[in-house]
């Protein structure tokens, strides 16, 4: 009882000490978030006042309500009320009429229907009108803990925390003086059973704990899957792209930018759907499904985004300077890869061309009763030209004539143009394009260097890729090329031909610090060529057998690829195979921690990085932030919750954020890239 009575005193204690406290701060809070509430609102209504103002001013009365209306939509105003000359418009239903302000008020709130609305009521021109916002309402702390069941839950939940607290120092105390007490209360060598119950519940505490941790690391890097998941199918939304660049540049909504549309339809898709019955529906699923996984990883590769799919029919945006030359090299490689698959219908097997057509001018965004929407020429204009195609068993890109100025290097134009006729829309002249450029009659065209970054299919890749081995000199802008294609899935044969081009530099006379170079960026392309989901013991066993002794760089790739690759793998090695004597690079310094870490993290090795980057030596410090940055990159993946148990890493993340914000710092490419993806 003894116990009990003085655990009781302590909680007691704590509750006086904490209570006060606790309170002034709910206060606080609170006010801070009825001032917050109340800025809030006379932003709101500033900011829709000068928008209607400005239209208003113009005379343009049905703007200002559209705009008013979408205010109202986004819950940005409660009531407008506008009366013009010959018309008004008001919502909701009741509010045709100005609020009774006096002449000299500006401002003044109002209970309609039981709810309290403040009224800002303005006179622009020959226009009277009003708009309101919900009156923010400030209660008492006492009134909030009546009414509010998650406060008062939140408010228990600290002050249960703040004994919770207490007690672990306590029970912290006991197991610092644990072997004090032991040998106390020991007896005969032995120790009282009440000792050994402590020791277990201590240990088993412990071990849950331990669980508990792995559980939420395990849990927080699902999530981080399914977010960057998530991620991937929002950055080739054209829609959400748009209003991101609205948002981060301020935009005014109607948005208008120059880009190339292009659409790609399956011919006779329309003619296999009417003929197959109900039993065979899945094969129309297939084509579709085909059609848009092509369409994502080549739209990926080509940067471009998606504006909709609509059955087989599939549209994209570019917004580059270029935006047509990628719009013509989307369109040219998804209708040959797709017309190379064989489909299996009513158990013949049947291949399928497509028609494509693409074209370029402004498109505006807009906001539409059912969300957003784009309007264009281009959107149009596209969609004549599909219908304009006349050619069916082949692939065709129907373009005018004008937009084919911009993208001849790619393609192989007819002798002749040919008469579109659109429906209320002007004739144009065009092309019916069968043919493409394609990379090997392009390798020996002075313009091969220019039109690489337009051939960024699986068979651009392979062609790619051999060349590599076949140049005599360095294949510089080649690898920048490969370098540039980000892909998310990929077919065998691109792996084994990157497995090929491994063994091939491997080979090669690598007393040569030019052989070295290019064997290690050969090595680096498996980061962004080979997805981790098709990477296997054939791509492993091809950098594990990367010669260690030439040069810090090589290792450096081949740990980088494999850290981001197969982790497992590269923590079976033996660390010291990777140590090359004298290295002034720096690089087996970072090396070895990057090993390190991928075994196992501890404080030693943050310490051990900001003593590298804190060198006067410039590579060893450049060498010790690209190892930071790896490691912190690995485990932000891989287990996130465990960085943040460690106190040197706050150190090295905030000079890592300073050096990045830093205009002195000069850094590679590659360092600066690896900076900015912290």
Same mark, same amino acid.
């Given at each position: 009882?003894?116990?009990?009575?003085? +655990?009781?005193?302590?909680? %007691?204690?704590?509750? /006086?000490?904490?209570?006060?406290?606790? #309170?002034?701060?709910?206060?606080?809070?609170?006010?801070?978030?009825?001032?917050?509430?109340?800025?809030?609102?006379? =932003?709101?209504?500033?900011?829709?006042?000068?928008? &209607?103002?400005?239209?208003?001013?113009?005379?343009?009365?049905?703007?200002?309500?559209?705009?008013?209306?979408?205010? *109202?939509?986004?819950?940005?105003?409660?009531?407008?009320?506008?009366?013009?000359?010959?018309?008004?418009?008001?919502?909701?239903?009741? *509010?045709?009429?100005?609020?009774?302000?006096?002449?000299?008020?500006?401002?003044?709130?109002?209970?309609?229907?039981?709810?309290?609305?403040?009224?800002?009521?303005?006179?622009?021109?020959?226009? $009277? #009108?009003?708009?309101?916002?919900?009156?923010?309402?400030?209660?008492?702390?006492?009134?909030?803990?009546?009414?509010?069941?998650?406060?008062?839950?939140?408010?228990?939940?600290?002050?249960?925390?703040?004994?919770?607290?207490?007690?672990?120092?306590?029970?912290?105390?006991?197991?610092?003086?644990?072997?004090?007490?032991?040998?106390?209360?020991?007896?005969?060598?032995?120790?009282?059973? #009440?000792?050994?119950?402590?020791?277990?519940?201590?240990?088993?505490?412990?071990?849950?704990?331990?669980?508990?941790?792995?559980?939420?690391?395990?849990?927080?890097?699902?999530?981080?899957?399914?977010?960057?998941?998530?991620?991937?199918?929002?950055?080739?939304?054209?829609?959400?792209?748009?209003?991101?660049?609205?948002?981060?540049?301020?935009?005014?909504?109607?948005?208008?930018?120059?880009?190339?549309?292009?659409?790609?339809?399956?011919?006779?898709?329309?003619?296999?759907?009417?003929?197959?019955?109900?039993?065979?529906?899945?094969?129309?699923?297939? +084509?579709?499904? !085909?059609?848009?996984?092509?369409?994502?990883?080549?739209?990926?590769?080509?940067?471009?985004?998606?504006?909709?799919? /609509?059955?087989?029919?599939?549209? %994209?945006?570019?917004?580059?300077?270029?935006?047509?030359?990628?719009?013509?090299?989307?369109?040219?490689?998804?209708?040959?890869?797709?017309?190379?698959?064989?489909?299996?219908?009513?158990?013949?097997?049947?291949?399928?061309?497509?028609?494509?057509?693409?074209?370029?001018?402004?498109?505006?965004?807009?906001?539409?009763?059912?969300?957003?929407?784009?309007?264009?020429?281009?959107?149009?204009?596209?969609?004549?030209?599909?219908?304009?195609? =006349?050619?069916?068993?082949?692939?065709?890109?129907?373009?005018?004539?004008?937009? !084919?100025?911009?993208?001849?290097?790619?393609?192989?134009?007819?002798?002749?143009?040919?008469?579109?006729?659109? $429906?209320?829309?002007?004739?144009?002249?065009?092309?019916?394009?069968?043919?493409?450029?394609?990379?090997?009659?392009?390798? &020996?065209?002075?313009?091969?260097?220019?039109?690489?970054?337009?051939?960024?299919?699986?068979?651009?890749?392979?062609?790619?890729?051999?060349?590599?081995?076949?140049?005599?000199?360095?294949?510089?802008?080649?690898?920048?090329?490969?370098?540039?294609?980000?892909?998310?899935? &990929?077919?065998?044969?691109?792996?084994?031909?990157?497995?090929?081009?491994?063994?091939?530099?491997?080979?090669?006379?690598?007393?040569?610090?030019?052989?070295?170079?290019?064997?290690?960026?050969?090595?680096?392309?498996?980061?962004?060529?080979?997805?981790?989901?098709?990477?296997?013991?054939?791509?492993?066993?091809?950098?594990?057998?990367?010669?260690?002794?030439?040069?810090?760089?090589?290792?450096?790739?081949?740990?980088? %690829? +494999? *850290?981001? $690759?197969?982790?497992?793998?590269?923590?079976?090695?033996?660390?010291?195979?990777?140590?090359?004597?004298?290295?002034?690079?720096?690089?087996?310094?970072?090396?070895?921690?990057?090993?390190?870490?991928?075994?196992?993290?501890?404080?030693?090795?943050?310490?051990?990085?900001?003593?590298?980057?804190?060198?006067?030596?410039?590579?060893?410090?450049?060498?010790?932030?690209?190892?930071?940055?790896?490691?912190?990159?690995?485990?932000?993946?891989?287990?996130?919750?465990?960085?943040?148990?460690?106190?040197?890493?706050?150190? /090295?993340?905030?000079?890592?954020?300073?050096?990045?914000?830093?205009?002195?710092?000069?850094?590679?490419?590659?360092?600066?890239?690896?900076?900015?993806?912290?």
């Amino acid at each position: 009882m003894k116990y009990l009575s003085d +655990l009781f005193k302590i909680v %007691v204690f704590v509750s /006086i000490m904490y209570m006060p406290l606790a #309170w002034w701060s709910i206060q606080d809070s609170m006010a801070t978030i009825d001032r917050i509430a109340e800025e809030e609102t006379i =932003t709101k209504l500033t900011n829709a006042q000068k928008v &209607t103002q400005s239209y208003l001013e113009k005379g343009d009365m049905l703007e200002a309500c559209m705009r008013l209306d979408a205010e *109202m939509q986004a819950r940005n105003i409660a009531t407008y009320t506008v009366i013009g000359p010959e018309s008004s418009c008001y919502k909701p239903d009741g *509010m045709s009429s100005l609020p009774p302000l006096q002449e000299t008020e500006t401002m003044a709130s109002f209970v309609v229907k039981g709810i309290a609305l403040t009224f800002v009521k303005y006179e622009t021109g020959d226009f $009277k #009108w009003a708009i309101s916002v919900h009156t923010p309402q400030t209660i008492n702390i006492i009134e909030r803990l009546k009414t509010n069941i998650p406060l008062r839950k939140a408010l228990l939940s600290d002050f249960l925390l703040v004994i919770y607290t207490v007690f672990t120092f306590i029970l912290c105390a006991v197991l610092v003086f644990a072997e004090s007490i032991q040998n106390r209360y020991r007896k005969d060598g032995k120790d009282p059973v #009440w000792i050994k119950v402590l020791s277990k519940v201590f240990s088993f505490l412990q071990l849950n704990d331990l669980k508990i941790i792995k559980s939420a690391t395990t849990a927080l890097v699902k999530q981080n899957e399914d977010l960057n998941k998530d991620i991937d199918l929002l950055q080739t939304s054209l829609e959400h792209s748009i209003l991101n660049e609205i948002k981060k540049n301020n935009h005014n909504i109607p948005y208008t930018f120059f880009g190339t549309v292009s659409k790609v339809d399956i011919n006779g898709f329309s003619k296999v759907v009417s003929a197959i019955d109900a039993s065979g529906t899945s094969v129309t699923e297939q +084509l579709t499904l !085909s059609l848009e996984n092509f369409g994502c990883e080549l739209l990926q590769r080509y940067e471009g985004l998606f504006e909709k799919t /609509i059955g087989d029919e599939i549209v %994209v945006v570019f917004k580059q300077s270029d935006s047509a030359l990628r719009a013509a090299a989307f369109s040219r490689d998804l209708m040959f890869e797709f017309s190379q698959i064989a489909f299996t219908i009513d158990n013949d097997h049947r291949k399928f061309t497509l028609k494509s057509a693409i074209y370029s001018s402004d498109i505006t965004f807009s906001k539409r009763t059912a969300g957003y929407g784009f309007l264009g020429t281009a959107l149009t204009f596209t969609t004549r030209l599909m219908d304009a195609v =006349t050619i069916k068993d082949k692939n065709v890109l129907c373009l005018t004539e004008a937009q !084919s100025t911009n993208v001849a290097d790619l393609l192989a134009l007819p002798k002749n143009t040919e008469e579109f006729k659109f $429906k209320n829309m002007p004739v144009q002249r065009g092309y019916q394009v069968t043919q493409f450029t394609d990379l090997p009659e392009l390798s &020996t065209s002075e313009k091969f260097n220019d039109c690489l970054m337009y051939f960024r299919a699986d068979r651009h890749i392979i062609f790619l890729l051999n060349q590599l081995s076949a140049t005599p000199i360095y294949p510089e802008n080649i690898l920048k090329s490969l370098f540039s294609i980000q892909v998310n899935k &990929t077919s065998e044969e691109v792996i084994q031909t990157w497995i090929k081009a491994v063994e091939t530099f491997k080979k090669e006379d690598l007393t040569s610090a030019e052989k070295v170079f290019v064997l290690a960026q050969v090595i680096m392309l498996g980061k962004n060529l080979v997805p981790t989901s098709q990477w296997g013991n054939e791509a492993t066993k091809a950098l594990l057998t990367v010669p260690r002794q030439i040069q810090g760089r090589l290792n450096a790739s081949v740990i980088e %690829v +494999l *850290m981001d $690759k197969d982790a497992a793998a590269l923590s079976s090695e033996d660390q010291n195979s990777f140590v090359i004597a004298n290295d002034p690079s720096g690089r087996t310094q970072g090396n070895l921690l990057v090993f390190r870490a991928a075994k196992k993290l501890d404080n030693q090795i943050f310490d051990e990085l900001l003593k590298m980057i804190k060198s006067p030596q410039a590579n060893i410090s450049k060498s010790g932030i690209y190892a930071a940055c790896q490691i912190i990159q690995y485990y932000k993946v891989h287990s996130p919750a465990e960085l943040e148990t460690y106190s040197s890493y706050a150190k /090295i993340i905030q000079l890592l954020h300073y050096l990045k914000a830093s205009k002195k710092a000069h850094f590679s490419e590659r360092l600066h890239e690896r900076l900015q993806s912290l």
